[in-house]
């Protein structure tokens, strides 16, 4: 028994399962997605004009997510099933879908965050 295992056992917090695979290896349990993400993207394409999506991998942080961006920059990202149901998501409502890892995200989005960051400021100040 290492010197950190004797206070670590003292320390009354009792860890089994996942928990403590979780504790151990540093991984983290991440939230699958779910029928309020799935209405969310529907809501954002049935409400906005000229989106494209995005289909994140994933990644040791996050699983896959669609990145949906409209035509002056507002944007929005949610949690999907797979890649595969991101595109067939996009497809049924006639959105064209692409790789974020191959094309990345479109200035547009950087342009949006910037002036909503700019406007905030500008109300603070």
């Known amino acids: 028994m290492s010197f950190l295992e004797r206070f670590r056992r003292r320390s009354g917090v009792k860890m089994s399962g996942p928990a403590r695979e979780a504790a ?6 991440v939230r699958a ?13 049935g409400t906005r ?3 494209e999506g995005f289909v994140e991998p994933r990644t040791a942080v996050s ?20 890649v595969a ?4 998501f996009c497809n049924d409502h006639g959105v064209p879908s692409y ?9 547009r989005m950087r342009d949006y965050n910037h002036r909503v960051t700019q406007q905030r400021k500008q109300r603070r100040g």
């Open 33 to 45: 997605s779910d029928a309020t993400d799935r209405e969310h993207l529907q809501q954002f394409v």
């Open 99 to 107: 790789d974020a890892g191959l094309v990345g995200i479109p200035q």
């Open 49 to 51: 004009r000229g989106v």
């Open 63 to 82: 699983e896959v997510t669609l990145l949906l961006v409209a035509h002056d920059g507002e944007w929005t990202r949610r949690r999907v099933q797979s």
């Open 24 to 29: 151990r290896t540093g991984s983290t349990r």
């Open 85 to 88: 149901w991101a595109h067939d």
